[in-house]
């Protein structure tokens, strides 16, 4: 049986019957036949996406045959430094445009707002690792004048973290 690691994240998996300690032993001669459950824990800023090859899913218990390859996926978490965040407010339709550095998988919330009031927000579903731009229309009812924008980011491992911008509406 073998064990690959894949995925930008870090993480180990372990078998029961022991033998597979991965890394650094990831492969092992189990007697044919053998039942092999295989556990994945993810390292500190990493998360377990799943299982492919032998087995599928979020677990992963083998009957050995032959050459098994069993893959364990793992992701990193955001790094929620807010790297690269930007808003800007453009026009024709009025819109602030939200730019930031996503370093893993993320939800990510953004709300405008007037002193402690919400004029709008916008809740995205799961975005991938990369440099993402968000738009949020402004509803015409939005008075001129200084305003907030606040960003949220809840990363894949739970964590959250929230950042504010100054900006003006004309």
Known sequence: LRVELRGRGRGTVRSTPPGISCPPDCSFAFPEGTDVALSATAAAGSLFTGWTGACTGASCTIAVSGEAVARAAFDRCAGLDFRGFVAKVLRG????????????????????????????????GRLAAGTRALQLPI??????????????????CGGTKARTRPITIR
Do not use: F, N
């Open 93 to 124: 339709p009025r819109r602030v445009r939200i730019a930031l550095v996503l370093t893993g998988p993320a939800r990510v919330r953004v709300v405008l707002l007037r002193g402690r009031a919400t004029v709008r927000q916008l809740r995205t």
């Open 139 to 156: 509803p015409r009812r939005a008075k001129a004048g200084r305003h907030t924008i606040r960003v949220t980011i809840t990363d894949a």
